[in-house]
């Protein structure tokens, strides 16, 4: 039998699996030369592209001002609005997003730094920011809600160190989450990891005909696909690899990632600097988050994709391009 996110998908998705191992970026690389001209990539699918490249090594570490106790302050300013964005080839998406796309920025710090979040809604309805971490009532994210046209300033010292997340905590939560208000909130350990590729993935599905049941796509950083068709990631062969992962899918229980041909070491959270497990797949709920760590002893094209086949081939499918 088809799946049931095929069935509720219908003729949308069914067009759309067809592009996605065949996207813009793919059809432009593999066109003879002398041929005709290639397709231009339309602006959607160029920004949804390079968003999810940007995110994978992009940090916002805000505007640091340095404080006596040797700690900074550190400032950020997010904005939450509607934007159309593609999640896949050709499928348009009606997102709510922190900064203009999904996933929102990156926030890093080191524990112990004073967080200022200055918060502005131009959304057309409530929103809000809420931090997984150690923080006061006040500052949650939950009963403080945001109206279209305010700003609010969220204030609160980072900690726990570890890897961490922020999302939207209005009602119903479910709705803003699956739309795109989610981000990463890395908090770095006084004393840094040992020296690493460092990357971000963010797993989440997309719900593209809102029926508020099913996903129809799952995507790393917000478009399908991107890292087997448009960007595999370059590795070096022995080179120490962290990917900082967390898992914002609404609407399924669990999402996971699989290497090929490695394993990595598991820091559950990031909240310890000693691995609890030897792997080469994770399964996390919704709001879960570890730190990986691997490397490639040999060169060559590797896979990495959900371990929920049908996911992978729903859009969460990459490659790693390991070279000596």
């Known amino acids: 039998m088809p799946s049931r996110r095929l069935l509720g998908a219908g003729l949308l998705a069914a067009a759309a699996l067809a592009a996605l191992l065949v996207g813009p970026a793919r059809i432009v690389a ?26 994978l090594t992009e940090f916002d570490y805000g505007k640091a001002t340095p ?49 200022r979040i200055h918060f502005t809604n131009n959304g057309t309805m409530p929103h809000s920011m809420h931090f997984h971490g150690i923080h ?54 006084k004393q840094p990891r040992p020296k690493a590729r460092e990357m971000v993935m963010v797993m989440n599905g997309f719900d593209t005909d809102l029926n508020g049941e099913d996903n129809e796509f799952y995507t790393v950083n917000g478009y399908a696909n991107v890292f087997f068709r448009d960007y595999p990631i370059p590795v070096k062969a022995g080179e120490l690899q962290r ?33 609890t497990l030897y792997t080469d797949t994770i399964t996390m709920g919704q709001g879960e988050r570890a730190i990986l760590e691997f490397r490639y002893p040999y060169p060559g094209r590797y896979l990495f994709h959900a371990h929920q086949n049908e996911f992978a081939e729903l859009g969460w499918l990459g490659q790693f391009d390991v070279k000596p």
């Open 136 to 189: 006061r009532a006040g500052m949650d994210g939950v009963f403080e809600q945001v109206v279209p046209g305010q700003t609010f300033i969220y204030e609160f010292r980072a900690e726990p160190f570890g890897l961490h997340l922020y999302h939207c905590h209005t009602m119903p939560v479910k709705m803003h989450i699956s739309r795109g208000l989610f981000g990463v909130f890395l908090v770095d350990p």
């Open 67 to 115: 404080l006596r106790d040797g700690t900074s302050l550190r400032e950020y300013w997010i904005e939450a609005k509607n934007v159309e964005v593609e999640v896949a080839p050709g499928v348009r998406f009606p997102a709510w997003t922190f900064n203009g796309a999904v996933p929102g920025p990156t926030i890093r710090c080191t524990e112990g730094d004073s967080i």
């Open 30 to 55: 593999q066109r003879p030369p002398g041929g005709p001209p290639a397709p231009e990539i339309s602006p959607l699918a160029r920004a949804a592209r390079d968003h999810a490249v940007r995110t």
């Open 243 to 275: 990917i900082y992962l967390v898992n914002m899918t609404e609407l399924d229980l669990v999402n996971s990632m699989h290497t090929h041909a490695t394993f990595f070491h598991v820091y559950p959270t990031g909240t310890s600097l000693t691995p």
